[in-house]
């Protein structure tokens, strides 16, 4: 009787086989999948709350320097007309009217509604441009069945025009940079005497800035080319981008290469592969990390100079709006800056997020 109990408690205390399959099918995945929706959860809020944060702070510091901008001119107002003036230029800021709106850091609100004004402009400008290309295609086929050179469109440029005008030079920037420093990168770090040669032009070259680039640029492109019809501003950024942002594909190429493994190269002596051979087989597929991380740093700092550049260049892209939009001096040009600032960093956010998926899709994963 003492055995029999003794055996049915080891019964009860050891899992059954339907017991022990039920526990192999569900193992923590309950507990782990709430743990992960708990922890993704207090993520957003975490993202959400900072969001709520920036944007209070923003609403009521742009609020403090409108106030203090208002009291300047009620007072500037006062000392010229008398209390009278004063309270004419108060009633005139309460009542919102542009023409005698304070100067001030624009509020959340003003800067969305310098988006919506600048999106309406856009559909204006597209609807103009349609209308002229339909009003001149039957000249244009013409003009084309000749020979001749046919007429285009030489309105103002919209705010997406010029985000597209952007997107096209340091996407033209990049493909040079990669096509000058990835060569150069291979065979700095396939031989240390060409990297001798090499490293004092890096050393020296890729800390200037991007403006002296621009001027050196300008200088050459001025020079060598005569042609009135050719857009220059369009070669002149794209060369002075790839020349800014080059180096970190260049430095990264080099160092990817130098520390591919020795028996990969050992097995290329064996198997008695060509340079060509070599270089697409081995030493490529194995740098190929190193060079994507390169190419990320390269596209960031493309996108960040490009404003720069574009603005000496006078080019019709994001950076000349910039500062045409800060010479007009206009109620909502600060607003309007401030949308294409947010643009700005949102755009070069995404270039960021689709070369980290280019690099996941090419590279070899371990």
């Not at 708990?38 to 320097?65: M, Q």
């Amino acid at each position: 009787m003492k055995t029999s109990t003794i055996e049915l408690n080891q019964k009860l205390e050891t899992p059954g086989i339907f017991t022990s399959l039920l526990t192999k099918f569900r193992g923590n995945k309950p507990k782990t999948v709430a743990t992960d929706l708990g922890s993704k959860v207090k993520n957003a809020l975490l993202i959400l709350g900072s969001i709520i944060l920036f944007f209070a702070f923003w609403h009521f510091g742009s609020k403090a320097l409108f106030n203090i901008e208002a009291n300047v001119m009620i007072e500037a107002a006062r000392k010229e007309g008398g209390d009278a003036a004063a309270l004419a230029t108060k009633n005139c800021i309460a009542t919102g009217d542009l023409s005698c709106k304070p100067n001030a850091l624009p509020s959340p609100a003003d800067v969305w509604n310098a988006g919506l004004s600048m999106y309406k402009d856009y559909q204006v400008l597209s609807a103009s441009k349609r209308k002229f290309y339909e009003e001149t295609a039957q000249v244009n086929a013409q003009l084309k069945a000749q020979g001749k050179k046919t007429m285009v469109y030489t309105g103002r440029s919209s705010f997406v025009d010029r985000i597209g005008k952007s997107l096209l030079t340091v996407f033209a920037g990049v493909i040079l940079a990669m096509f000058i420093s990835i060569p150069i990168g291979i065979l700095v770090g396939l031989n240390d005497k060409v990297k001798l040669m090499f490293n004092w032009i890096i050393q020296i070259f890729k800390p200037v800035s991007p403006v002296v680039w621009f001027l050196l640029v300008y200088m050459i492109i001025k020079t060598i080319s005569k042609n009135i019809e050719m857009d220059k501003s369009f070669i002149i950024c794209t060369v002075a981008v790839a020349l800014c942002s080059m180096w970190a594909t260049l430095v990264n190429t080099s160092v990817g290469v130098a520390s591919v493994d020795k028996d990969y190269l050992n097995v290329a002596n064996v198997l008695q592969l060509g340079f060509m051979k070599r270089i697409f087989k081995i030493i490529l597929p194995s740098s190929l990390p190193m060079i994507f991380t390169g190419l990320r740093v390269t596209v960031s700092v493309a996108w960040m100079v490009l404003i720069a550049i574009e603005l000496l260049a006078q080019s019709p892209g994001l950076g000349s709006f910039v500062w045409e939009e800060f010479q007009n001096g206009a109620s909502d040009s600060n607003a309007k800056i401030i949308f294409a600032m947010f643009v700005i960093g949102i755009i070069g956010f995404l270039l960021d997020k689709i070369m980290l998926a280019l690099q996941k899709t090419m590279v070899y994963s371990k």
